[in-house]
């Protein structure tokens, strides 16, 4: 029976009721639909969500009455963000940022890793919800696969004893991205199916023709020749430049000669909708439209002008739009003459093949052009194809496979659509229709082989964070902060809000110092790794019943001996006293619960008495000093184990005085 409580936690929707024992190590939880694995202590308990791809976790008699809750959701990024590199499209700063507006926030910690086919953030950070919750602590992982993003955060009171903010951490940093997750929503990784499309110059309104330009039609790459599905003014504007993307959508922009920036429209044909993307063309140029749009190898879009002096790339993969030429490269070739004088028509209408070659249709007699997009250059001649049956009206081509995987080239002529045998280069008519734009991109559904370049500059490190107020967390923007790095005292400066930003390389331990009037002096060591870091600082305000420990001091096995290792804490705290002549202090001595409570105390006195003489042997007045040991009456962690008995050996000091 035990294996079956197992068995149904591990299915989604059969968490009802269950609670199944955990081995010590911890329960693995795995959802290979989602694609990942976690692993949750002993004692935490699955708790039903409505979301079946998501879960949750927690400690405590019950859900209702949880200590700590660690949560795991899963949502899709929003369209414009879905194929972008999340920590190059900065991320990791907009989370930092979000996380310091929330009231009294302290963030201990903020990291990032490219992995390639993940990006992932993760934080610590504290923050006052509003009242009567308690200050809560937060530890969590974002991290963006396919389109998503996974979520995972531990969230408890800052109140609980460490040994549930432990677990919970060890849960957050368990998780493992495995196989390949959900369906990837990222535009690279969609698979371009076989349906073609062209956009439908006329339609039949009662009795007799008129222009259309807004109706698709739908082929069937199986049998061209059938009646095609009709989209009845899919476009909201007349159009004669229509391209498929890899994610099976119609991209399309008006032919209206605005000469001004245009969007481009997204139509998805299997749900008979469509929307303005916020890619915006740039101006056409006087006396000239947007004639035709195809794709590439690459899934990226491009527009051209009737005249072919301006073509204009959209890559939806890096959402980007890039002016590619501002020239027509035709008018360097040896034809040009014959095609480009005042009143010829247009050859503009293009398509690409496998290699990066645009083929282009010249409209008055259907002959096609070839230009190496790589190079700018045109192939020297003119390829001309028989059986068209006249001249003039040959509006655009596409290369796609038919059904039994070959090659095959249609062109868009004045009355029908026509088949291009590329051996013989003739022409056969394969349906009825006048279409100014083709649109495909099965040609392509095989991935391009991956195109050699020069990998991106890594970007330098940086630690980001603010100086805050330890009580209020309120910036101190008037602190002043000196760093030390490789032996060198570096002035780091400071915004309005307290903010800074310290580039490092990464691995390298940094010293930062602070000191400001009114508050206890900062002398710290941290360490930067690669990618974006944050982490505040917070400085202590001198105020009665403010407490440190002093977590460097320490003494020999036993004794109330200051090893040597205590001094630099010491003189710390010599400098603040010397530097605040108004200052008295209480020292306070600590113990863990182990061995005789007498002895405990005892030894705790004794420290305390130590650290006094090492202040009073340095110029510091007796009287300014008092002391008190406590023994192990006042633990600030558990005594259950070795590793949270450590923290509660120590000596702190608490302001009694300030003058």
């Known amino acids: 029976m035990k294996y079956l409580l197992v068995l149904l936690l591990l299915l989604p929707g059969c968490w009802n009721g269950l609670r199944a024992q955990t081995p010590a190590a911890g329960q693995a939880y795995t959802d290979a639909r989602a694609g990942y694995r976690l692993t949750y202590p002993p004692g935490w308990w699955v708790q039903q969500t409505d979301n079946p791809a998501d879960a949750t976790f927690y400690v405590g008699a019950s859900w209702r009455q949880a200590l700590a809750v660690v949560t795991l959701t899963i949502r899709p990024l929003p369209d414009a963000r879905k194929d972008l590199n999340q920590l190059s499209a900065g991320q990791a700063d907009t989370l930092r940022r979000t996380l310091s507006r929330l009231p009294q926030a302290q963030v201990l910690a903020l990291t990032t890793q490219d992995a390639g086919t993940y990006q992932e953030a993760r934080y610590d950070y504290t923050y006052a919800p509003a009242a009567p919750a308690a200050p809560a602590r937060v530890v969590g992982r974002r991290l963006w696969r396919n389109g998503y993003e996974y979520r995972l955060e531990y969230r408890a009171p800052t109140t609980l004893e460490p040994r549930y903010p432990t677990e919970g951490r060890r849960l957050v940093e368990s998780l493992v991205l495995i196989g390949k997750g959900l369906p990837s929503r990222r535009y690279p990784d969609q698979a371009c199916d076989d349906k073609m499309y062209g956009i439908a110059a006329l339609r039949f309104d009662g009795d007799q023709w008129q222009d259309d330009c807004q109706t698709i039609h739908e082929f069937s790459t199986n049998d061209p020749g059938a009646a095609p599905t009709i989209h009845r003014r ?118 690409f093949d496998e290699t990066g070659t645009l083929v282009q249709v010249y409209s008055t007699d259907g002959a096609l052009l070839q230009i190496n997009l790589a190079t700018r250059q045109p192939v020297p001649d003119l390829l001309p194809l028989d059986g068209l049956p006249q001249k003039g009206g040959y509006s655009d081509l596409l290369l796609q496979y038919d059904a039994a995987g070959r090659r095959r080239l249609y062109l868009a002529g004045p009355k029908a659509l026509y088949e291009i045998d590329l051996v013989r280069h003739r022409a056969t008519r394969v349906r009825g229709g006048v279409y100014t734009d083709l649109a495909g991109c099965n040609l392509f559904r095989r991935p391009p082989p991956p195109v050699a370049a020069a990998l991106p500059a890594a970007s330098a490190p940086a630690w980001r964070g603010r100086v805050l107020d330890a009580v209020t967390r309120q910036p101190l923007p008037r602190a002043q902060f000196r760093l030390r790095a490789n032996g060198r005292l570096t002035t780091i400066p400071l915004t309005e809000q307290a903010g800074f930003t310290v580039p490092t390389p990464p ?153």
């Not at 035709?292 to 690459?298: E, L, P, Q, S």
């Not at 090893?563 to 010491?570: E, G, H, Q």
């Not at 619960?593 to 003489?613: C, F, I």
């Open 234 to 351: 899919a476009l909201p504007f007349q159009s004669y430049a229509l391209a498929k993307g890899f994610d099976n959508c119609l991209y399309s922009v008006t032919k209206a000669p605005t000469d001004a920036p245009e969007y481009v429209y997204r139509y998805d044909p299997a749900i008979r909708q469509g929307r303005y993307t916020h890619w915006q063309l740039p101006a056409q140029g006087p006396e000239t439209v947007w004639i035709a749009a195809a794709t590439d190898a690459r899934g990226d879009l491009y527009f051209i002008t009737a005249d072919a002096s301006q073509l204009v790339r959209v890559s939806p993969a890096d959402d980007a739009v890039t002016v590619v030429w501002t020239a027509d490269p035709v008018r360097q070739a040896p034809y040009f003459a014959a095609i480009g004088f005042a009143g010829a028509g247009t050859h503009a209408n293009f398509c």
């Open 507 to 659: 691995g390298q331990p940094l010293t930062a110092q602070l000191q400001l009037a009114g508050y206890l002096a900062s002398d710290s060591t941290y360490q930067v790794f690669s990618g974006a870091s944050a982490h505040d600082i917070l400085l202590r305000p001198l105020a009665v019943g403010t407490t440190l420990a002093l977590d460097k001091v320490q003494f020999a096995q036993g004794q109330a001996v200051l090893l040597p290792s205590s001094f630099p804490a010491l003189d710390q705290l010599l400098a603040l006293l010397t530097q605040n002549a108004g200052l008295t202090i209480e020292l306070r001595g600590h113990t863990d619960n182990v061995g005789n409570p007498d002895k405990n105390l005892g030894l705790s006195e004794q420290r305390v008495e130590a650290v006094k003489t090492y202040l009073v042997g340095h110029g510091v007045a007796a009287a300014r000093i008092s002391g008190r040991g406590l023994g192990g009456t006042e633990p600030r962690a558990s005594n259950e184990r070795e590793v949270t008995r450590q923290l509660n050996r120590r000596v702190e000091f608490r302001v009694t005085g300030v003058r």
